[in-house]
Structures are given as C-alpha cells and as structure tokens.
C-alpha cells in the first residue's frame, strides 16, 4: 500500500500519527547527520596531534676547549652509553651501596677516548655499558674499610686508577641494551673472568676480543684478571683525585 492510500483509508488523526512515525523513520541518523560529540572530539584531537611539531633533538655539551684533567659527566656528552652503576646500589662484590647517587664522571681526556671507542663499537651493533667510572678517593677509603684486601680492592693510600679518572667497568650491549656474554657477572673473581683464559664458549671468546681489541685500538689497556677492567693509557700517572659530584 502506497503512502497517499494509506492517508485515504484511516482517520485524520491516525493519519497524522502514521506521519509523523513515516517521517521520523526516514530522518537521517546521527551519524549521516556528522557525528556524535565525542567523534567530533576525537578529530579535532587527531586534527592537534597532525599539527604537533616534532620533538626538538636533544643537544649535547662540547669538550671543545676543556682541559683534558677536568672531569665532566659523561652523558652530558652523549646519549650513546648504556649504564649499571654497580656501586650505588648493593648488588655488587661488597654487598653494599658506595655511591650516593648513579653517575659516571671521568676526565675529558678518557672521554673523548671513550666516545671514539664507541662510536667503532656501533658500526657492530654493540655499545658501551658502565658498571663503574671514576671513584672519588673517599669511596676508596669506603671500600677498603669494607674489604680490606689488595687483591680486590686497592689500597686508597695508594689509590686506583679509577681514582685518578683514568678506569672504567664496562661491558657491551647491543643498541637495543641486551648485553653480550662475557663469561661471567661484573666483579667476579675468579679464572673464569681472566682475558687468557680460553677454555669458554667460542661466543664468550669473541665477545672478550671484541671488547678488548677495540678498546685497546683507543688507547686503553685491559687488565689480565678482569674482563671487564680498562685504564686509558698514561693515566696512571696523574693524581689521586676526591672530585664529588652534587647528587639531584
């Protein structure tokens, strides 16, 4: 039955309602319409995001006219680094937190050896991680009290490379931060943790060699007992520092 017959056959006032019901079906939904409030909302927030303007880059400090006996603190100067720093917490030999707070401060001088070390060590897909930098000669004194005992830790009357800013603990990860085997955890002590010692897993080996060998290529030395150990060339002829850095 066609609209026109259907107003012919009823009363005028069901009519009118048949109407009113016909033309309220026929109206289009919101959605036809443009939208309930809260699409219209979600555009304009993807509308805001589109226009966002990128994140500004991080810049960083130069070493460009520093003294290269300054000590400076190293992710100042790169986002490059990957970080455990063992001693500011207790999960380290000692069993005990040294630091007050995690930073790595060394001299410029090991710094720019270590970023030129870096920067060959991501042509293979690996980067630096710290376990330890330099170690004010306060610190020393803490450990030494701690475990007196030079094989494990140096007398701080005659003081550790790290002290003189010319050390690091360190380690390699990949550039998504997984580390690499070496062998063993940082600080053990023990032949497994010896440079030549070969009786490992050829993966273990080659990790060491990549690590020592690109590390000695920038003017560090490796120390025979300590994977993990390097000292920049020289640096052990400089003071015994007490440098603290102000923890935020």
């Known amino acids: 039955m066609s609209y026109k017959n259907l107003t012919k056959s009823v009363t005028p006032s069901i009519a009118i309602l048949v109407c009113i019901l016909l033309f309220s079906c026929r109206e289009k939904p919101s959605s036809e319409k ?3 409030d809260s699409t219209e909302k979600a555009a304009e927030v993807l509308d805001g995001i589109s226009e966002k ?12 006219g520093l003294a290269d006996s300054t000590f400076v603190r190293l992710a100042d100067f790169s986002d490059g680094f990957a970080y455990d720093m063992r001693y500011a917490t207790d999960n380290n030999f ?20 270590l970023l030129a070390a870096n ?4 042509k293979s897909g690996v980067k630096i991680k710290f376990y330890d930098c330099y ?9 030494w009290k701690i475990v007196p005992n030079p094989q494990y830790v140096a ?3 005659k003081g550790s490379i790290h002290n003189k800013g010319g050390a690091v603990d360190i ?15 940082f600080d053990f002590f023990g032949k497994r943790a010896y440079h030549d010692n070969f009786d490992l897993p050829q993966e273990i080996l080659d990790n060491r060699k990549l690590l020592k060998e690109t590390m000695e290529k920038h003017s560090f030395w490796s120390t025979r007992t300590e994977w993990w150990h390097y000292n920049l060339q020289g ?8 440098f603290k850095w102000d923890c935020d």
């Open 235 to 242: 640096a052990h002829k400089d003071p015994i520092a007490n």
């Open 119 to 122: 920067k060959e060590f991501e």
């Open 155 to 157: 007398n701080p009357v």
């Open 34 to 36: 443009g939208g309930n």
């Open 53 to 64: 303007k990128p994140m500004p880059k991080k810049t960083f400090k130069s070493l460009e």
């Open 94 to 113: 000692l069993k005990s937190q040294v630091y007050d707070c995690a930073e790595c401060y060394t001299r410029v001088k090991t710094v720019r050896a």
């Open 135 to 143: 170690r004010p000669n306060s610190v020393q004194y803490k450990m």
């Open 171 to 185: 380690t390699l990860v990949t550039l998504e931060g997984e580390e690499l085997d070496m062998g063993t955890d």
